[in-house]
């Protein structure tokens, strides 16, 4: 089993920033794709950005403006989004895939980031 805890989400204005966390822990593989993911209410949850060793893929709506990172000594993965616009408000949940014994993947409980003057 793998737990994931995201943290860093909270209010801010329009134009600034925040930085998103997720920390895993458990039967972790050195092989894997861990992702930041959001939803708001009524719409389905959409990618944002993933990374494995070497790759990272961004959404179209990201346009430069987060970065997508992790540190693998900690089992870590960041999220630091600049220039935030009210329509990143959304819950960001945390995603990890990985193969053993077969395809897994697995989810954390989701950090709200709202952004509002």
């Known amino acids: 089993q793998v737990q994931l805890v995201e943290s860093g989400g909270g209010l801010v204005q329009p134009g600034g920033s925040l930085r998103l966390s997720c920390v895993a822990s458990g039967s972790i593989s050195r092989i894997n794709v861990m992702g930041w993911y959001r939803q708001t209410l009524g719409k389905q949850r959409e990618l944002v950005a993933t990374?494995?060793?070497?790759?990272?893929n961004y959404a179209d709506f990201v346009k430069g403006r987060f970065t997508i990172s992790r540190d693998d000594a900690e089992n870590t993965l960041y999220l630091q989004m600049n220039s935030l616009e009210p329509e990143d408000t959304a819950l960001y949940y945390c995603?990890?895939?990985?193969?053993?014994?077969?395809?897994?993947?697995?989810w954390g409980q989701g950090t709200q980031v709202t952004v509002s003057s």
């Open positions: 995603n990890l895939r990985q193969n053993v014994l077969g395809e897994k993947e697995y």
């Open positions: 990374i494995t060793s070497g790759t990272v």
